[in-house]
Nanobody, 116 residues
Framework: QVQLVESGGGLVQPGGSLRLSCAASGSIFYIYAMGWYRQAPGKQRELVARITSGGSTNYADSVKGRFTISRDNAKNTVYLQMNSLKPEDTAVYYC??????????WGQGTQVTVSS
């Protein structure tokens, strides 16, 4: 069993910042990649940012230059620093872990609301 526990969501004004954290625990052999996805009401879940064990990253075009993903391999934890937040960033953010060889795991989601 693998558990992903997210924290750090909340309500923030436009232009503000939030930092999300996600810690993986349980029967983990090797986490190849960890990432953050988001889903806004009425929309499909989309990739926000992803980072591999080697440190390679990729970002959605909509968050490039504003969001930064980082990872602490020793703690099996991934972070998402979100700056210059916009109302369109409002969504439920989900942590994802690609654990080899067993597959994908998801967190329960954390709400991020950007509103004045």
């Amino acid at each position: 069993q693998v558990q992903l526990v997210e924290s750090g969501g909340g309500l923030v004004q436009p232009g503000g910042s939030l930092r999300l954290s996600c810690a993986a625990s349980g029967s983990i052999f090797y986490i190849y990649a960890m990432g953050w996805y988001r889903q806004a009401p009425g929309k499909q879940r989309e990739l926000v940012a992803r980072i591999t064990s080697g440190g390679s990253t990729n970002y959605a075009d909509s968050v490039k230059g504003r969001f930064t993903i980082s990872r602490d391999n020793a703690k099996n934890t991934v972070y998402l620093q979100m700056n210059s937040l916009k109302p369109e960033d409002t969504a439920v953010y989900y942590c994802n872990a690609d654990i080899r060889p067993v597959g994908d795991y998801w967190g329960q989601g954390t709400q991020v609301t950007v509103s004045s």
